[in-house]
């Protein structure tokens, strides 16, 4: 019986691993529920499967749910902030840690559960954006196991020989025979759209993504590809993967992945039908396999499988990622940052959809213009982030943006 820890267990990837659980109940239990703010949420979760502790970001949130959870007999411990987190994520009683708390707010948390040495099911791509190199040089040191939960990277992973499966963050990929990795992504819901017409995109229509169910925050930056150069950035760091081998492939349907072609003309794909399950049960099971819940890929009822290459003038943000993987920690740590308060600020109506780039653009420029800062530390890393964070909070309050107008 494996123990969990799910941080994000409110979110769809902490729904869909709770999922898995549920479909293998014998292997896994859970041993304790993260999440941010919701405690209705949270309280239904922990009434269901009665974890041993359940922590919230917010302190507030964290007296409301102990209180509802008294109120209902439950014998769960509720613990609060980010020491509450780390303190879940790195008892001695966790076999594994499934990293899902959106956005930086996840780093130090998932950092806790490196150091303790836990198996890391990584679907929070921003640790890696953030950290790099430290978090990879930190894996290695701890002796953590990290296996990729992103279903593009969780694709590369199961194409790849074990040999460089178990190497990750250090494996050769051309030793290994690999020509290129083409991480897929479906293009998002304006592949198709008047690149004229992306200036007057809402929230609503930016959320609603025509294959996956995702949140808010990842739908916009699947929107605007800015999820794709995440992960043009995470592939780097998890695949050891020089600019060279790396490239990005827009495929619709979100059947294929990701693929890897080898040096002999050969192409291995990973496919499958789009549910988070399938990449969830087999980073939970790795080197088995179990039951995920999902339904086996169907062939006689795909029409067609298509692919086109990005269009970089559709999709600015990708192109600025991949341009700040290669230029150094301080561009993928900053535009990390401004990416987060972009986003949000699209979302509350204070900036246009088309506008997200100029504000990443403009703080990664000017973190890469001080070479002072440092990077080789989590806590010279989180003052990058802030610095990164005050600079896009002072660009949307002092640039001329006109931003959507509430209903």
Not at 95 to 109: F, K, N, Q, Y
Not at 212 to 236: C, H, Q, R, Y
């Amino acid at each position: 019986m494996q123990k969990i820890t799910i941080l994000g267990a409110t979110g769809s990837i902490g729904a869909s691993t709770l999922s898995v659980i549920a479909h293998n109940p014998q292997q896994f239990s859970v041993y304790a529920l993260a999440a941010g703010t919701n405690v209705d949420k949270m309280l239904a979760l922990c009434l269901k499967w009665q974890p041993e502790y359940a922590a919230m970001a917010d302190e507030s949130a964290a007296l409301a749910l102990e209180r509802q959870l008294a109120q209902a007999g439950s014998m769960t411990r509720v613990v609060a902030g980010v020491d509450g987190l780390c303190e879940i994520s790195s008892a001695p009683e966790v076999d594994m840690v499934m990293a899902a708390i959106v956005g930086s707010p996840g780093l130090l948390p998932t950092m806790a559960a490196v150091k303790a040495g836990k198996r890391i099911l990584l679907a929070n791509k921003e640790s890696l954006v953030m950290s790099g190199q430290f978090f990879i040089d930190a894996a290695k040191q701890y002796g953590a196991q990290i296996l990729p939960v992103d279903s593009e990277h969780n694709a590369i992973f199961q194409c790849l020989s074990q040999s460089m499966q178990t190497q990750l963050g250090y494996c050769d990929l051309e030793e290994g025979g690999v020509h290129s990795i083409l991480l897929t992504g479906s293009g998002g819901p304006f592949r198709y759209s008047d690149i004229n017409t992306l200036d007057a995109v809402t929230p609503e229509m930016a959320i609603a993504h025509p294959n996956w169910s995702m949140g808010p925050k990842i739908s916009v930056d699947s929107a605007t590809m800015m999820n794709k150069g995440l992960e043009f950035i995470e592939a780097k760091w998890l695949f050891n993967a020089k600019q060279e081998q790396l490239k990005v492939l827009i495929h619709p349907q979100s059947v294929i992945h990701s693929m890897v072609q080898y040096n002999d003309g050969s192409v291995l794909a990973q496919m499958g039908e789009p549910d988070m399950q399938t990449p969830i049960a087999l980073s939970m099971s790795y080197p088995h396999r179990i039951p995920s819940g999902v339904k086996p890929l169907d062939f006689t009822q795909l029409n067609e499988l298509t692919f086109l290459a990005p269009d970089m003038a559709r999709y600015p943000c990708l192109q600025l990622a991949i341009d700040a993987c290669y230029t150094g920690q301080h561009a993928t740590t900053a535009i990390n940052a401004a990416n987060e308060i972009s986003v949000a600020a699209f979302l509350d109506r204070k900036l246009k959809f088309t506008d997200i780039v100029r504000v990443n653009e403009e703080v990664m420029n000017k973190v890469c213009a001080f070479s002072t800062l440092q990077t080789d530390s989590l806590e010279s890393l989180l003052e990058l982030d802030r610095i990164a964070r005050v600079y896009a909070t002072e660009y949307l309050c002092n640039s001329i943006i006109n931003p959507l107008k509430p209903e």
